[in-house]
């Protein structure tokens, strides 16, 4: 059934507030979750939204946490999340970066004690509208082995980049370090559904198809065999060491109703072109890489689809599948 994003929005905020949010966390979060799904992202969209009330409710996320500054210096600060879920913290980290960046050409935010933060490309957009490259990590529960290893250690870890362009959407380079996302394999859990071969191991390290081992037990292929494993060793470090968080098998799964606060981390940063090769020549060496990119027949630029499908949902409404919308109505009302 189709619904207009403003619909799903307040839908999205009745439920987290009915599970114990506070009401800037709740407007956080829901506005996040509706712009995922008009880019056509709905692994982290409306189906979060029950998972979300499961952690509240549980106590996995503090409904009443406020974000607090843990520390900063010059061009870097560090946010305590304080375990709520992690929107509103990450809006904060995203406008210190930015400040920062105008003062000394570059600025970091890290995250701690935080949780589940959604699409990375969605929060660094603010990056690009100031002109600015952002920069984007988070580890998440154990996901990937170390190379020759069986048991997960390291999350998905996502990364993301927001260049700027003149006159045009920014280029969104936004991907997880395994061959599918977590969100995906999710989605064929509540569906009842197999995921193909190739997607996920289980316990044993051996392929599996079934989607509740592979998030509950099992872990998920690394893009790029052992250069995909090395790059997630990089990513947690970022995510972990630089702000304090927990490691991947410090977290348990999102997914799960029963278990621990994930207290995982973040970083964000924004790089000022003007503070380097300055603002003309950036646009001018972007376009350049644009024009030959496309000069190529069949190429499309990084995050185009995403902002076709949110001008084309925005307008026509978006569409999600009845069960999810019962399961949300009710939230609402419990």
């Not at 599970?19 to 995922?36: C, D, F, T």
């Not at 709520?84 to 990450?90: D, F, I, Q, R, T």
């Not at 646009?283 to 499908?309: Q, Y």
Request: hydrophobic share 45%; with cysteine; glycine share 10%.
């Amino acid at each position: 059934m189709k619904r207009k994003p403003q619909e799903l929005f307040r839908l999205a905020r009745e439920a987290l507030l009915r599970a114990g949010s506070h009401e800037k966390m709740a407007e956080a979060a829901a506005q996040h979750l509706v712009r995922a799904e008009e880019q056509g992202l709905p692994t982290h969209g409306m189906s979060r939204v029950p998972f979300y009330c499961s952690m509240l409710r549980s106590g996995r996320a503090d409904g009443q946490a406020r974000p607090t500054m843990a520390a900063e210096k010059a061009g870097v600060c560090l946010i305590d999340n304080a375990d709520g879920l992690p929107y509103e913290s990450a809006a904060w980290a995203i406008e210190e970066v930015i400040q920062r960046a105008r003062r000394n050409g570059i600025g970091f935010a890290g995250i701690r004690n935080s949780a589940h933060v959604g699409v990375l490309g969605i929060h660094l957009l603010k990056v690009a509208e100031a002109g600015m490259v952002g920069v984007a990590f988070t580890n998440s529960p154990a996901a990937i082995p170390p190379w020759g290893g069986k048991k997960a250690l390291f999350g998905t870890d996502p990364v993301a980049f927001a260049f700027p362009r003149q006159g045009a959407d920014p280029i969104v380079v936004d991907l997880a370090l395994t061959t599918v996302t977590r969100g995906r394999i999710m989605v064929a859990m509540q569906k009842g559904e197999k995921i193909p071969e190739g997607w996920a191991l289980d316990r044993h390290g051996k392929p599996t198809t079934d989607p509740k081992e592979a998030i509950e037990q099992g872990s998920l292929f690394p893009i790029g065999g052992t250069k995909g494993a090395m790059l997630a060793l990089a990513f947690e470090l970022v995510c972990a060491a630089l702000t304090g968080a927990a490691i991947g098998p410090e977290a348990d799964s999102f997914f799960s109703e029963q278990g621990n606060k994930p207290r995982i981390g973040q970083a964000f940063l924004a790089i000022d072109p003007g503070a380097l090769a300055g603002m003309g020549k950036y646009f001018e060496r972007v376009e350049t890489v644009v024009r030959t990119m496309l000069a190529d027949e069949g190429v499309r630029l990084p995050g185009a689809k995403r902002f076709a499908s949110e001008k084309k949902l925005q307008k026509e409404g978006i569409e999600v599948a009845d069960d999810l919308l019962a399961r949300i109505e009710k939230l609402c009302t419990t």
